[in-house]
C-alpha cells in the first residue's frame, strides 16, 4: 500500500474533512512524518452574504482556489491546473513520510467535484479511500451506491481503490443540511461486525477502513459561529464564543408550555417583542439551566426596563442576539446552516480528530507505521495518545476533593467515559447531580460520586495515628478532614485510591501540604519537584522545576535534574537534558554558574546512564544553528528535550513566557519524588487540562 493516498467523498455531506483530519491525527498519534493537502480549495458553505470573506478549513497554502480552478474549466485548461497540483503535491511528498490528500467536496454548486477528484487521482497516481454515509439507505443500497462511485476510479477490483470509511453511520440526516436534530431521532449505530459482512468487503484489496458512529456533540457549534452566520446584532454577548449549541427551539408558545424546552445547550428562537419568553428564559438561566442563546427576530430589542430585570441572567453569561428577519425566514437561515468547523474552533478540531482517530480500522493505520520512518521528536497527539493509551492501561482509580467544581465534574465524566481512569468525586452528590443536570454534561455508570460527610469518620483515628509524633488530636483531625483535599490524601495514603488532583479550586500549597504531611516523599528521595509538559508544534519538552523549590542547591538541583529525566522516559521522551543557565560552558563566572556546573556533575556523577549537559544557555540548548557555536562538542546542546531552571524565579517566568508567548499546551504541574501521585492544576485550567493531568497521574501510580 502507498503511503499517499486519496480521501474522496460519496456523495454529499460524508463529513470528508473531519474522517481527513482524523486520519492525519491517527498517524500522528504514531510518531509519523504526515502532512494533509486538499489540492483545490472550497470556501466555507455557512456564508449567506456575498462579501464575506472565504473560511478554508485547510489553512494549506498550497490549495488552488476553486474560482481559478473554475475559470480554467470553462476554458477547457483543466491540464494546467492538474501540473499545478502534482508540482504542489511533489513538494510534500519529497518532504513528509505520507501524504494525505482531500479530495473535493461535491455540492449542488460543484456538482462536477467527482470528475475533477479523478483527475487528481490519476494525476498523482495515489491510493484511493472512499468516505461515505449510509444516509437512510438500506444495506443493499449503499453496496449499490459504493460499487457505483468506485466505478469512476476503476471500480472495486482496481488495486487503486482500498476501501471505504464509513462515516455517520446512525445519522438522522439524509443530506448535507439542517442543524441539530433531536436525540431521540438518533437509531442505534450497526457494529463494525455488520459492516464488515457486506460483500463489498469480501474483495481482496477492498477493506473497511473504519466506520465511525455519528456524535451529537460533534457538530455543535458556538453561539459566535451562529452569530457570525446569521449576522445578528449582539445585544448580551456573554459567554457567546465559548458556548454551544446542541439544540433550536422556535418558540411562540405561552411562558407554561415553555417550560419543558428549557434545556442545557438549547437556542431559544423568539420574536423581540415577546418580554414574557425573555424574561421566563433569563430566570432559567438563573436557576441553573445553561440554555444556549436567545435570540430574538423581527428587529425588536427588549427596552432598558426589561435588560435592568434580567441583568443578573445577562451578567451569568447568558447571550442575546437579534436578527431583522422573520421568525420564519430566521428557521429557514438556521436549518440551512451546515455544521463544519471553523479554523478557531480548535477544541472542536481536537475532540472531531481524536473521535473519527478512535474509529478507524488499527491494522490499517498500524500498517502506515509499519513502513515509514519515524521522527525522533514526540509530537503533541503522539505525546497526548501515549498519555491516554498508558492511563487506560493503568485503569487506576483517582480522586478528586473539588467534586463540585463544573470542570472537574466534565473532566471526571470525560475520564470514565474515555476508559482513561476511575474517577471518584468527592462533594454534595445532589449538587453534583444537579449542576451535571444543569450544564448537560452524562454523568457515566463508573463514575464515583462520595458525599464527604457520610465518610470523613472512618479517616479520624488513622490520621491521628499518623500524625501523632505531631501532637495531632481527634478534635484538630475532625476540623482538618472537613477540607476535601485532607480527606482525599488519607484516602490515597490507606492505599483507597491509586493518586489525587486538585487545585482547580485550591491553591497550590493547599493541595501539596497535606501530601507532604500524610504520603510524604519516596523512599530515598529527598525533596519534591515539579515538571511541566510544554506541547510545541512539533515536539514536547518538559520543563522542571517551575512550581515548588524556590532556590534549590546543587545538590537538590541535579537531584531534579534526573527525577525529570525520568518522568520524561516514563512518558515516552528521549531525555537529552539541558542544565539552564545564563552561561554556556566556561564563558561565564559567578555562584549563579557555579551552582548549575556543580549539579551538572553531581547529577552525571549519580546517574551515569542519562545524557546530561550544562550550564547552557536557553538558545544553546534548543537551536541548532547556535549550539554550533556556543557547544560544538555537547550531547545535548540544539536537541534538548528536558530543561531544568536553576531557581523557581526563572523556571515559572520562563515557562509562562513560552506557553503564553507561542499559545501552546502546557500539561503540569506534574509533582515528583512523592510516595504515592498527587498532582497540583492552576486555577485556570480548562478541562482537558484537568483530563490530561489525570491520565498523568494514573500513569504515575503503575510506575
Not at 244 to 254: D, K, L
Not at 269 to 292: E, Y
Not at 415 to 425: D, N, T, V, W
Request: glycine share 6%; charged share 25%.
Amino acid at each position: 500500500m502507498s503511503h499517499q493516498i486519496m480521501l474522496v467523498p460519496v456523495g454529499f455531506g460524508v463529513g470528508l474533512t473531519s474522517v481527513v483530519l482524523g486520519l492525519v491525527h491517527a498517524c500522528q498519534q504514531k510518531g509519523l512524518d504526515v502532512v494533509h493537502y486538499k489540492p483545490i480549495s472550497q470556501p466555507a458553505r455557512n456564508k449567506r452574504k456575498t462579501n464575506q470573506t472565504d473560511n478554508y478549513f485547510s489553512k494549506d497554502s498550497k490549495s488552488i482556489p476553486l474560482s481559478y480552478v473554475e475559470e480554467k474549466m470553462g476554458d477547457g485548461d483543466l491540464e494546467v491546473v492538474l501540473e499545478q497540483i502534482v508540482e504542489n503535491y511533489a513538494e510534500l511528498a519529497d518532504k513528509h513520510d505520507i501524504v494525505i490528500v482531500e479530495g473535493l467536496i461535491p455540492t449542488t454548486r460543484q456538482p462536477y467535484a467527482g470528475r475533477i477528484n479523478r483527475d487528481v487521482a490519476q494525476a498523482l497516481s495515489v491510493d484511493i479511500a472512499l468516505v461515505a454515509s449510509p444516509d437512510s439507505d438500506t444495506l443493499t443500497e449503499f453496496e449499490d451506491r459504493i460499487e457505483v462511485s468506485a466505478e469512476t476510479y476503476g471500480g472495486l477490483k482496481s488495486k487503486r481503490v482500498i476501501g471505504c470509511i464509513i462515516n455517520k453511520v446512525n445519522s438522522p440526516d439524509k443530506d448535507e443540511y439542517g442543524l441539530l436534530p433531536r436525540e431521540n431521532e438518533i437509531a442505534p449505530p450497526l457494529d463494525n461486525q455488520t459492516w464488515q459482512s457486506l460483500s463489498i468487503f469480501n474483495h481482496s484489496s477492498f477493506k473497511l477502513l473504519g466506520s465511525i458512529p455519528w456524535e451529537h456533540d460533534l457538530i455543535a457549534p458556538r453561539i459566535k459561529d451562529i452569530a457570525e452566520y446569521l449576522d445578528a446584532e449582539i445585544i448580551n454577548a456573554g459567554d457567546f464564543e465559548h458556548r454551544r449549541i446542541r439544540s433550536v427551539t422556535f418558540c411562540a408558545r405561552s411562558v407554561a408550555n415553555l417550560v419543558s424546552h428549557l434545556a442545557p445547550g438549547r437556542l431559544i428562537v423568539t420574536p423581540g417583542d415577546r418580554v414574557d419568553i425573555i424574561i421566563a428564559t433569563c430566570l432559567s438561566a438563573l436557576n441553573g439551566t445553561k440554555v444556549g442563546a436567545l435570540l430574538l427576530t423581527n428587529g425588536y430589542k427588549p427596552n432598558d426596563q426589561v435588560l435592568t430585570l434580567c441583568k443578573q441572567a445577562l451578567d451569568a453569561g447568558l447571550p442575546v442576539l437579534s436578527v431583522k428577519s422573520d421568525t420564519w425566514q430566521t428557521s429557514r437561515h438556521i436549518m440551512n446552516f451546515n455544521p463544519e468547523i471553523p479554523d478557531d474552533d480548535v477544541q472542536r478540531q481536537e475532540k472531531v480528530k481524536q473521535f473519527v482517530a478512535d474509529h478507524l480500522e488499527p491494522t490499517w493505520v498500524q500498517h502506515f507505521s509499519d513502513n515509514a520512518s519515524k521522527n525522533n521528536l514526540l509530537s503533541p497527539p503522539a505525546f497526548r495518545h501515549k498519555l491516554t493509551a498508558l492511563a487506560r492501561n493503568a485503569d487506576k482509580l483517582i480522586v478528586l476533593p473539588e467534586g463540585n467544581d463544573i470542570r472537574t465534574i466534565k473532566a471526571a465524566s470525560i475520564c470514565a467515559e474515555r476508559k482513561i481512569a476511575r474517577c471518584q468525586l468527592l462533594g454534595d452528590k445532589e449538587e453534583i447531580l444537579r449542576i451535571a443536570e444543569q450544564q448537560g454534561i452524562n454523568l457515566p455508570a463508573g463514575l464515583m460520586i462520595t458525599d464527604p460527610r457520610e465518610i470523613k469518620e472512618n479517616y479520624v483515628r488513622p490520621m491521628v495515628d499518623l500524625r501523632k509524633h505531631k501532637g495531632l488530636t481527634e478534635v484538630v483531625a475532625r476540623e482538618e478532614l472537613k477540607d476535601n483535599v485532607v480527606l482525599g490524601t488519607m484516602m490515597l495514603q490507606l492505599g483507597q485510591v491509586d493518586g489525587l488532583v486538585s487545585g482547580a479550586v485550591n491553591t497550590t500549597a493547599n493541595t501539596i501540604r497535606p501530601a507532604l504531611q500524610l504520603v510524604k516523599t519516596a523512599p530515598d528521595t529527598s525533596l519534591v519537584s515539579s515538571v511541566f509538559f510544554m506541547l510545541l508544534p512539533d515536539q514536547v519538552l518538559v520543563y522542571g522545576d517551575c512550581a515548588i523549590n524556590p532556590d534549590p542547591t546543587a545538590d537538590q538541583l541535579a537531584d531534579i535534574a534526573i527525577q525529570s529525566a525520568d518522568s520524561a522516559l516514563q512518558f515516552g521522551i528521549d531525555a537529552k537534558v539541558a542544565m539552564i543557565s545564563y552561561s554556556t560552558g566556561s564563558s561565564g563566572h559567578g555562584a549563579d554558574v557555579e551552582k548549575v556546573a556543580q549539579a551538572t556533575e553531581l547529577a552525571k556523577a549519580k546517574r551515569p546512564d542519562l545524557v546530561i549537559d550544562g550550564p547552557l544557555q536557553y538558545d544553546a540548548a534548543i537551536m541548532e544553528n547556535v549550539a554550533k557555536k556556543k557547544a560544538p562538542n555537547s550531547p545535548v546542546a540544539g536537541k534538548a528535550t528536558v530543561f531544568i531552571f536553576p531557581d523557581l524565579n526563572t523556571g515559572n517566568t520562563t515557562y509562562k513566557a513560552v506557553q503564553r508567548s507561542a499559545d501552546l499546551i502546557s500539561i503540569g504541574p506534574m509533582l515528583q519524588g512523592m510516595a504515592k501521585p498527587v498532582n497540583d492544576l492552576s486555577r485556570g485550567a480548562l478541562v482537558d487540562d484537568i483530563v490530561y493531568t489525570i491520565a498523568l497521574t494514573a500513569i504515575q501510580a503503575n510506575s
